[in-house]
């Protein structure tokens, strides 16, 4: 039983990566009806951003720091990549996503070089553990689960209760009605960017701890993501955490 439950705290640990990873997928999914396959390069460049400007700064600055400034870079990929085009086909915009995604990783590859680095723990150390049930659970861990629920709930209330997050659905469900209805379709998509990129920072600079982080280690939480994302259903946050959850369980208890 103890060997049990160690196996389904890191299962539900690397499922609430995932959710992370997928709901970024959403975002933008719910705004302009594309898969951004970059998103895993914003989960990477929050770990590496933050990792450097803790040594220069105290350690909630630099996440708090490394979260605007990819929030930046996110509106700016928008603005460079995306903006310009009309009416784009699916197949199209995959390949665009695509492209940027390996531009970020070389760049990051040339910035950070092919060291593998970690955020220290936000709180005790890697030997600090909660005993649950004969397993133990690193602080961290808690910290991963509780910052995944948090993000859920509030883009929940977000898309659902607030003027701006209905006008990004509506874009997503009609870009052309929305415009007619005084919205304007382009900074929706730019804002689906910015929160798409802010929360895939965040989660970068949480599972560092853990998972660590080095410039090729966005594209595979990319691909677990979008799993994820498609299990749950693309564009429902709320199922893409229990597809996550159950994707990270089943790998980890396969092992």
């Not at 990873?21 to 933050?50: D, P, R």
């Not at 564009?235 to 790998?251: K, P, R, T």
Request: charged content about 10%; glycine content about 10%; aromatic content about 10%.
């Amino acid at each position: 039983m103890e060997l049990f439950f160690q196996y389904m705290v890191a299962g539900i640990t690397y499922g609430a990566i995932y959710s992370i990873v997928a709901i970024g997928f959403n975002i933008i999914y719910n705004t302009t009806g594309i898969i951004n396959f970059a998103q895993g390069e914003f989960v990477m460049l929050g770990g590496m951003i933050a990792v450097t400007l803790n040594n220069f700064m105290p350690l909630p600055s630099a996440i708090l720091a490394t979260v605007l400034i990819t929030m930046i870079i996110g509106a700016l990929i928008e603005m460079i990549f995306i903006r310009w085009l009309v009416n784009p086909s699916v197949l199209r915009m995959i390949i665009i996503t695509i492209g940027i995604s390996i531009i970020i990783r070389e760049a990051a590859l040339h910035i950070w070089d092919e060291k593998v680095r970690a955020l220290p723990y936000f709180t005790g150390t890697e030997v600090t553990s909660i005993l649950f049930f004969g397993a133990h659970i690193s602080p961290q861990v808690l910290w991963v689960i509780g910052i995944c629920s948090v993000v859920v709930v509030l883009l929940n209330l977000f898309f659902n209760f607030t003027m701006r997050g209905r006008q990004m659905r509506a874009c997503a469900s009609n870009r052309n009605s929305a415009r007619l209805c005084g919205i304007n379709a382009k900074n929706m998509v730019t804002l689906s960017f910015v929160l798409s990129a802010g929360i895939g920072a965040l989660a970068g600079c949480v599972i560092s701890p853990i998972t660590y982080v080095h410039y090729d280690s966005g594209a595979p939480l990319a691909i677990k993501g979008f799993t994820v994302a498609i299990f749950g259903g693309l564009g429902n946050s709320m199922a893409a955490v229990v597809a996550g959850l159950i994707l990270g369980i089943l790998e980890s208890f396969s092992i």
